[in-house]
């Protein structure tokens, strides 16, 4: 919505109640691999590359954290995939979404499936895989979920996410792209245009500076064709 003096902008709670983001079908039905998957959005399969570490060293402990898992199916998988090769391995998941229609329920302690807002969510330790599959399109302050979930990435970790820099703005609604994807190279953080993903190694520090306005949930569709939110901020 667009008044005279601008977008109508939501704080995050407000925004989390809005109906673009509580989206139903994003993110909702993708497993580990295949046509709808983890591994075609992400260019890996999360389990894979968790298992090569467990079999490269057996007794080292391993964890993934999947933010906005949607329906969790792919996490989900991975559990039942972990309890077939790897039963004694010490294994974390967790799976982060704030609508919490998950497609079962956990069958080890290994895995969470936690129905919550990642803005004040945060981990007991940090995992060596982080991901978010499309949720960062439904965030209001992105900037600060980026710099948690690159906290939360063990070193030596993998912390990959997809990310539009357009639905990150100025003030008067201008992109702050350049802007933005200046700061995550300098910081080190890798980003994949052509899949709009970004992605870097783990024990990355980074601090935004602008201050977080609000976010529009009445910005349009993004990339992917489905309404997006767009977060505005004051440099």
Not at 38 to 64: H, K, N, T
């Amino acid at each position: 919505m667009t008044t005279e003096s601008g977008p109508r902008l939501l704080e995050d709670s407000a925004l989390e109640r809005s109906p673009v983001v509580a989206n139903n079908a994003m993110n909702r039905d993708r497993l580990l691999s295949g046509v709808n998957s983890y591994a075609r959005e992400l260019g890996f399969d999360p389990y894979e590359w968790l298992a090569d570490r467990l079999r490269a060293e057996p007794a080292m402990p391993v964890g993934w954290i999947d933010v906005c898992c949607g329906a969790g199916r792919a996490i989900l998988e991975a559990e039942r995939r972990f309890g077939a090769e790897f039963p004694d391995s010490d294994v974390t998941l967790r799976g982060i979404d704030l609508v919490g229609h998950f497609a079962g329920a956990p069958a080890t302690p290994r895995l969470r499936l936690i129905t919550t807002t990642a803005r004040t969510w945060s981990p007991e330790h940090p995992a060596d895989l982080v991901t978010c599959v499309h949720g960062l399109h439904y965030i209001g302050d992105k900037l600060a979920l980026i710099a948690a979930m690159l906290r939360w990435t063990a070193p030596g970790g993998r912390f990959v996410a997809h990310f539009d820099p357009h639905t990150v703005r100025h003030r008067d609604g201008s992109s702050a792209a350049r802007a933005i994807l200046a700061r995550l190279r300098a910081a080190g953080v890798t980003y994949d245009g052509r899949h709009h993903r970004i992605s870097a190694p783990g024990a990355v520090t980074l601090e935004f500076s602008p201050g977080y306005l609000g976010a529009d949930d009445h910005a349009g569709p993004g990339y992917t064709g489905q309404p997006a939110v767009a977060s505005y901020y004051d440099w």
